[in-house]
């Protein structure tokens, strides 16, 4: 969070307060994505108030539990994407799927707390064996659940089966290039015909059986090869039954092989840069403020608990979750408290830290643009109602 964004959060929270507290409702924005949460238990009331005091102290133990979560649900891929650690096989973690068992036991712990839950990690979901199962745990609780996928497999019936009838709230498509020439070259491996032919069908049976979800959005890396097709974007994702397009700024990973090449995919047009740059260098911001470790946690596929998702071998890891540690447990450890110690005060001694791909932009958010093309849809009402 940038010390801009941090001063406005502030100045809202009285009348947060008044709207979280007593009337248990919070409107926010996710990534350019709204969320409207109504009718809150008092757990959650309670919990978003500690959480939100962590703007002003970041104490070192929260006073809350998470109010966002990310869960990795497997760490293995179909695409070779060339910035990310699982496509350039920096991943040393072993491929898994996460099992059933430690998703419900997490989700019993933490799931009364949540806000937003983002269903993926440093793997494709939708590959996850027993997808559905997931996502009908997920929806057991008031949370807001995000699933992105590249959509390889988006048109396989079991998979559709699944995000039809336990839908998450936002289906987040990857779609990096309007043709195939075109989105290959960054989704190496990937075609755009089972993308959209799944989009379609999922579209077809929400409308005909009068469904709401999964609201299906298409989401758009802008990059050097693929910046001719912005005048293009917003009539593609219509014509192709999207709900929602972002347009996203290519962010960079904590691997040190990939900093030339981000270099050379970075866009012309200043507007869809994620960072400044001078003489071909990253301009550093000195007014981050890092809120992942004290409300927005990652569990990795084997019950690793990190700070935050970029950590994606675990490298300074909370502990691991099992039948017989807890989440609360690692959440309020000593070895948790000693990692939020290191990222609030001397963040530079973590490579991850370092290679933060938050830190140096403008704004905090990765996309920079949303486009609702749905009419038929109330976008300001579509949560609030299923929640």
């Given at each position: 969070m940038r010390s801009k964004e941090r001063i406005r959060s502030l100045l809202r929270s009285p009348f947060l307060t008044w709207g979280v507290l007593f009337r248990g409702r919070y409107n926010f924005i996710y990534d350019q994505m709204p969320i409207i949460m109504n009718r809150m238990s008092i757990a959650k009331r309670i919990n978003l108030f500690k959480s939100g005091a962590n703007l002003i102290y970041r104490r070192l133990t929260p006073w809350g539990m998470p109010l966002h979560m990310q869960f990795e649900l497997t760490n293995f891929c179909n695409l070779r994407c060339p910035v990310c650690p699982t496509g350039i096989k920096a991943?040393?973690?072993p491929p898994k799927a996460v099992d059933v068992e430690l998703f419900d036991r997490v989700l019993d712990e933490v799931g009364p707390y949540l806000l937003t839950l983002s269903l993926w990690g440093w793997g494709e979901p939708l590959l996850h064996p027993r997808l559905r199962l997931i996502l009908r745990s997920a929806r057991r609780y008031q949370i807001a659940t995000f699933l992105s996928t590249n959509g390889q497999n988006l048109n396989d019936d079991q998979v559709i089966e699944a995000l039809i009838q336990e839908p998450p709230t936002y289906l987040i498509v990857a779609v990096d290039g309007l043709t195939d020439e075109t989105n290959t070259r960054f989704r190496k491996g990937a075609k755009l015909a089972p993308i959209l032919a799944g989009v379609r069908r999922i579209a077809q049976i929400k409308q005909k059986m009068g469904l709401r979800l999964p609201l299906l959005h298409m989401r758009y890396i802008v990059m050097k090869h693929n910046q001719h097709e912005m005048p293009h974007l917003i009539d593609f994702a219509r014509r192709h039954h999207f709900d929602l397009l972002t347009i996203r700024t290519l962010s960079i990973i904590d691997v040190e092989s990939t900093a030339q090449l981000h270099r050379e995919l970075v866009p012309d047009m200043?507007?869809?840069?994620?960072?400044?740059?001078?003489?071909?260098?990253?301009?550093e911001r000195g007014d981050f403020i890092c809120l992942q470790p004290f409300w927005f946690p990652t569990v990795f596929v084997d019950g690793t608990l990190v700070a935050c998702e970029q950590d994606y071998n675990a490298q300074q890891?909370?502990?691991?979750?099992?039948?017989?540690?807890?989440?609360?447990?690692?959440?309020?450890?000593?070895?948790?408290?000693?990692?939020r110690r290191i990222i609030r005060e001397t963040p530079q001694r973590l490579s991850f830290c370092r290679n933060c791909p938050y830190r140096d932009r403008e704004t905090t958010d990765c996309s920079v643009q949303a486009h609702f093309l749905n009419p038929r849809i109330d976008y300001s009402r579509l949560v609030m109602r299923y929640h």
């Open positions: 991943l040393k973690r200043e507007e869809w840069r994620a960072y400044g740059y001078e003489t071909d260098h990253r301009i890891a909370m502990g691991v979750i099992s039948k017989d540690v807890s989440f609360s447990k690692l959440w309020r450890g000593k070895r948790a408290s000693s990692i």
